[in-house]
Every structure is written in C-alpha cells, then in structure tokens.
C-alpha cells in the first residue's frame, strides 16, 4: 500500500476568499478558497487549495497542484496541465484531467469521493484512496493503484502497471495494453484483460469474477480465485 499525504500548509502566502464570487476568476500564485465560490478558477504558477466549496470548474496552468481538503466540495470539472498533482480528499461531482507528470490521488478520508471519469496522460500515478465512481484512463509511464472501492472501467495504456490492493475492490473491467502488469490482491468484479508483453498476477487474496484474458507474451499467475473462464494467446 502506498502512503499518500495530503497538503494543508504552504511556504508561500495565500489569498483567501470567504465571500461568494459570480463570476470567473484568473488567479496567479498560491491561492486558498475556504468560503463560497460559484464561478470558474483559472490558476497558472501555483497550487489552489479548496478548504471550501466550488460550484465551477478548476484549471491550473505551469507548477502548482489542486488540493481539496476533506470537508471541502467542488461541482465541477478539474484540469492540470503542468508538472503538480490533483489530490482529493473531499467530495467532487466532475471529472478530473492530468496532462503534465502529477499524479491524481484519491484520499482515503471519511469524506473523500468522486462522482466522474479521471484521465491521466503524463506520467503520474492514478491512486484511488477512497470512494470513486467512474472510469479511469492512463496513458503514460504511471500507475493505476486502487486501495478503496471503485465502481468503472480501468484503462491502462502506457507502461505502468494496474494495482489492487488487499482489501480494495474494483466492480468492473480491467484492460491493461502496455508494458505493465495487473497485479490482483483485492477483489474485480468484472473481466481482466492484459494484451502486451506483461503478466496478470492474482495473489493468494485475489479474486476475479469475470474472465481472465492474456493474449500476448506474458503469462497468468493465478494463486487466487478466478470465477471465470482464463484464456492465454
């Protein structure tokens, strides 16, 4: 299992805004938002911190990381097109994009889950802590990492492997298309299908309860549970 840290302080000074804005907003910097905004963010050069609710969508531009505290809300979409990471640890209703090196972390808090869909193309991890309902797609050098319960469809297509955990579940299909592995020590509801030159390994607490499919050069380490059929090319 991996450590996550979710960020709550910061070197750099910070704005903070308490009152309700109606309009869209461009920021540069370092910003915390702990009231009511309803509007869309544009952040470029820093890390916006929701300690509050957002009912608007999120860009951030160059360094810089979108951080939602637990308790804190966001209606809207999020998008990170620099080097920083998305980590969530509230409640988001929206989609979340990555397209720089960041990583997208689903926190394991109380209150942390996500209604929507989490594209990754940089090379960052996906790493679900938490409560997440929606499809996943990698397509770079990271991760996908489901430690919590997680309702879609794992698309995996650059070299990074796809990881469940002890204890995690994930009720859908599971499609890795590169270098990496599917690694099984939780449980999928759905098939898994592996279809370059890595390997699917169920572990002695895996379970799969679809079908297990390899149709390149690697092989199927089955030491778990598999409900389906196991076909290998």
Same mark, same amino acid.
Request: no cysteine.
């Given at each position: 299992?991996?450590?996550?840290?979710?960020?709550?302080? $910061?070197?750099?000074? /910070?704005?903070?805004?308490?009152? @309700?804005?109606?309009?869209?907003?461009?920021?540069?910097?370092?910003?915390?938002?702990?009231?009511?905004?309803?509007?869309?963010?544009?952040?470029?050069?820093?890390?916006?911190?929701?300690?509050?609710?957002?009912?608007?969508?999120?860009?951030?531009?160059?360094?810089?990381?979108?951080?939602?505290?637990?308790?804190?809300? @966001?209606?809207?979409?999020?998008?990170?097109?620099?080097?920083? =990471?998305?980590?969530?640890?509230?409640?988001?209703?929206?989609?979340?994009?990555? #397209?720089?090196?960041?990583?997208?972390?689903? !926190?394991?808090? !109380?209150?942390?889950?996500?209604?929507?869909?989490?594209?990754?193309?940089?090379?960052?991890?996906?790493?679900?802590?938490? %409560? $997440? =309902? *929606? %499809?996943?797609?990698?397509?770079? =050098?990271?991760?996908? /990492?489901? &430690?919590?319960? +997680?309702? *879609?469809?794992?698309?995996?297509?650059?070299?990074?492997?796809?990881?469940?955990?002890?204890?995690?579940?994930?009720?859908?299909?599971?499609?890795?298309? =590169?270098? *990496?592995?599917?690694?099984?020590?939780? #449980?999928?509801?759905?098939?898994? &299908?592996?279809?370059?030159? *890595?390997? @699917?390994?169920?572990?002695?607490?895996?379970?799969? +309860?679809?079908?297990?499919?390899?149709?390149?050069?690697?092989?199927? /380490?089955? +030491?778990?549970?598999? +409900?389906?059929?196991? /076909?290998?090319?």
């Amino acid at each position: 299992m991996r450590n996550i840290t979710i960020i709550t302080t $910061f070197a750099t000074a /910070f704005t903070v805004a308490t009152s @309700v804005h109606a309009n869209d907003l461009e920021l540069v910097g370092d910003h915390t938002f702990s009231g009511d905004t309803d509007g869309n963010i544009k952040i470029s050069d820093g890390t916006l911190t929701v300690a509050g609710q957002i009912d608007g969508n999120i860009e951030q531009f160059g360094n810089g990381s979108v951080v939602i505290l637990d308790g804190a809300s @966001v209606d809207g979409n999020i998008k990170e097109f620099g080097p920083g =990471d998305v980590t969530q640890a509230g409640n988001l209703d929206g989609n979340i994009e990555e #397209e720089g090196d960041g990583s997208i972390t689903i !926190a394991p808090t !109380a209150g942390s889950s996500l209604d929507g869909n989490i594209s990754e193309e940089g090379a960052g991890d996906v790493i679900i802590g938490g %409560n $997440f =309902d *929606g %499809n996943i797609s990698e397509k770079d =050098d990271g991760g996908v /990492f489901v &430690e919590g319960n +997680y309702d *879609g469809v794992i698309l995996e297509e650059g070299s990074g492997s796809v990881n469940i955990e002890t204890g995690a579940s994930s009720d859908g299909d599971v499609t890795e298309k =590169d270098g *990496g592995d599917v690694v099984v020590r939780g #449980e999928i509801g759905g098939n898994v &299908e592996e279809s370059s030159d *890595g390997n @699917v390994i169920i572990d002695t607490t895996g379970i799969v +309860y679809g079908n297990v499919t390899e149709k390149d050069d690697g092989t199927v /380490f089955n +030491y778990g549970m598999v +409900y389906g059929n196991i /076909f290998e090319d």
